[in-house]
């Protein structure tokens, strides 16, 4: 069924619903205009004065007796990424309309990544506070959340998770690529490798702000496999978007209609109570886990899958995680991990193209928002093509899963690399320790010619963890050292407490936990130690005897990072660690419902 007919029959189904009585001995639920009445003592009264009040926009009794479905506006002129949200509110409003409910958009938070200061995963929580308050506070009998940018599309299934509503995903879609002297390029691996060339002399002023003019050729997330596109693709293997929904480009016509077919979605699963409960299961997960491994996903999507995973009381086991990781290739040929843009992603197939050549690791039976299986929209996707950027199971782009969870004295909590995007002379590898205290101490050192560092050196970070920074930064991705970049090394082994941008490629280890700045023993690594890598082994080891550790902890306790007063202040005191998804701890689901995945 293609995707018009399957709208018609979205349309047709919501209609019979809405004509459609409940059984006589069905509980009474309260729902459109009537839910979550505010509390003056008098029911009657608080409903009364609501329908008053939204009556003055114009709307009729016959509007307000529709299902409501409330339609989250990220948009912002600090979110390129979020730039055709207008464009989308409307067609959503168009699908949900034509399907017999009454849309009603309202403004969350817009979170983008290089206008968040200290670091977009700082306001990433406060975000999902945002969006799960406001789901609760305002009638609706769904919600359509509509996000794109790295920390955005967490941060509202994280929220809507909490809140237990029916809720769908609409993604805002990657940006074109741009030409630079006949060259395809595209935000933001390519803005990382002229960045390289520029510290390295190979490129001047002059072409590097050339470059700067054609990274971003239009608005929309980055055009590679980084965060934004990682959760776009886990969103769908999860079950939260309409079949194709990760992949059409943001400017395409294709966005548009994934737009109202969204709107229309939501009315049904209003009708159905479809709630987010049924959609986030284990076995969703555990594709959502597959999906990341085969796409050579971004790191911080294991971050937020934990953060997602733990408002609905589950457990990510990043040990089960890794052994998944060893009979699930990296199959999708684009950047860094291969060289395709999502734009190509896209007309080759998107999403159903990937999940049909992981039918056999995958759970099939795992309920979408569509109110079919995954597996049954596997099936309704119809045959494959011919293509070459997703690869087979017999010739994948890697033979493993893109991120390989490593386990140590130096990261007893675990710690991770992007081991599709490193490179594989440094993946077993023993170093001298060059550390730098803070981004500040890196900042100060990096580039200085009197920097003691060679090409086979180990380089450490500490303090960028999440209360260190705090937020978890991106600054894992430490810059090669300019004295070496000058000889043309480009690449060395990194390690740190902190993330890096699903963009970037190198031999670079993060994640580490705990983090330094509560005591992990990353805190006590100095300048001269050996450190061995070994991604083969899955270890991450500091070759100091035990008591040395101990003597140097000793000497020198933890003092955790404290703040005074507001929003900083309750992010130190409760965020957890990365293995618990750096969210805040009273935000988690107060139950365990087990470890995932199970093998």
């Known amino acids: 069924m293609n995707r018009y007919a399957r709208t018609v029959a979205l349309v047709a189904y919501a209609s019979l ?34 329908k008053a009040f939204i009556k003055g926009a114009g709307y009729t009794d016959s509007a307000l007796d529709r299902p409501v479905i409330g339609i989250t506006n990220t948009g912002s002129s600090y979110n390129p990424c979020h730039g055709n949200a207008p464009q989308l509110i409307e067609a959503v409003k168009r699908g949900v309309m034509l399907a017999g409910g009454l849309p009603m958009d309202f403004p969350t938070m817009s979170i983008h990544e290089s206008f968040s200061a200290p670091t977009s995963m700082y306001l990433r929580n406060l975000m999902s506070m945002d969006t799960e308050e406001l789901i609760r506070a305002q009638p609706m009998d769904a919600v359509v959340l509509i996000g794109g940018c790295d920390k955005t599309v967490p941060a509202q299934l994280m929220g809507a998770a909490s809140a237990g509503i029916p809720a769908i995903q609409l993604i805002t879609g990657s940006m074109l690529t741009g030409s630079h002297r006949s060259e395809r390029v595209g935000a933001c691996t390519d803005c990382r490798r002229y960045w390289g060339k520029y510290r390295a ?53 294709d966005r548009i209609r994934v737009a109202e077919e969204t709107g229309t979605l ?94 056999p690791l995958l759970h099939l039976d795992a309920l979408t928002v569509t109110g079919r299986t995954l597996g049954e929209e596997i099936y309704a996707a119809g045959p494959g093509f011919r293509q070459d950027v997703v690869r087979s199971m017999s010739n994948p782009i890697y033979p493993q899963g893109g991120i390989a969870v490593l386990q140590g004295n130096l990261a007893p909590g675990g710690a991770i690399i992007k081991q599709s995007a490193a490179d594989a002379t440094l993946m077993e590898h023993e170093g001298r320790a060059v550390v730098f205290e803070n981004a500040a101490d890196l900042a100060n050192r990096i580039d200085s010619d009197d920097l003691d560092v060679t090409a086979d050196d180990i380089l450490v970070l500490k303090n960028i963890g999440p209360k260190g920074a705090p937020g978890m930064p991106e600054a894992g991705y430490i810059p090669i050292p300019k004295k070496l970049a ?42 001269g130690d050996r450190i061995r890598l070994s991604v083969a082994q899955r270890g991450i080891n500091l070759l100091v005897t035990d008591d040395e550790l101990a003597r140097r ?25 990365a293995d618990q998804g750096v969210d805040f701890d009273f935000l988690r689901a107060p139950e365990s419902r087990g470890s995932i995945p199970k093998m």
């Open 17 to 50: 619903m809405e004509n459609s009585a409940p059984p006589p001995d069905a509980p009474p639920v309260t729902t459109g205009m009537k839910k979550g009445l505010t509390s003056y003592g008098d029911a009657g009264f608080s409903l009364f004065l609501r």
């Open 201 to 253: 002399d190979e490129v001047d002023a002059e072409e590097i702000a050339e470059v700067n003019n054609q990274l971003v050729a239009s608005v929309g997330t980055c055009s590679v496999m980084g965060t934004a596109s990682t959760m776009a693709c886990i969103a769908e293997a999860l079950g939260m978007t309409v079949p194709g929904g990760a992949s059409p480009p943001a400017v395409t016509a």
């Open 266 to 359: 939501a009315v049904k699963m209003a009708h159905e109570r479809l709630t987010i409960d049924k959609v986030l299961t284990a076995h969703a997960f555990e594709n959502a886990m597959r999906v990341l491994l085969a796409i050579g996903g971004s790191t911080n999507g294991i971050v937020h899958l934990t953060a997602i995973a733990g408002r609905l009381g589950f457990e990510i086991d990043l040990e089960a995680l890794d052994r998944m990781g060893r009979d699930t290739p990296v199959l999708l040929d684009l950047k860094p991990s291969g060289q395709h843009y999502m734009e190509d992603f896209h007309h080759a197939g998107g999403m159903a193209t990937l999940l049909r050549e992981l039918k």
């Open 486 to 527: 000058r000889v043309g090394v480009k690449d060395i082994v990194r390690i740190s407490d902190g993330r890096m941008s699903g963009t970037a490629a190198g031999t670079i280890v993060l994640h580490v936990t705990p983090e330094s700045a509560v005591g992990g023993p990353l805190a006590y690594v100095q300048n």
């Open 553 to 577: 902890m000793a000497a020198s306790p933890a003092v955790a990072p404290s703040a005074d007063r507001g929003y900083r202040k309750l992010f130190l005191q409760t965020v957890t660690q």
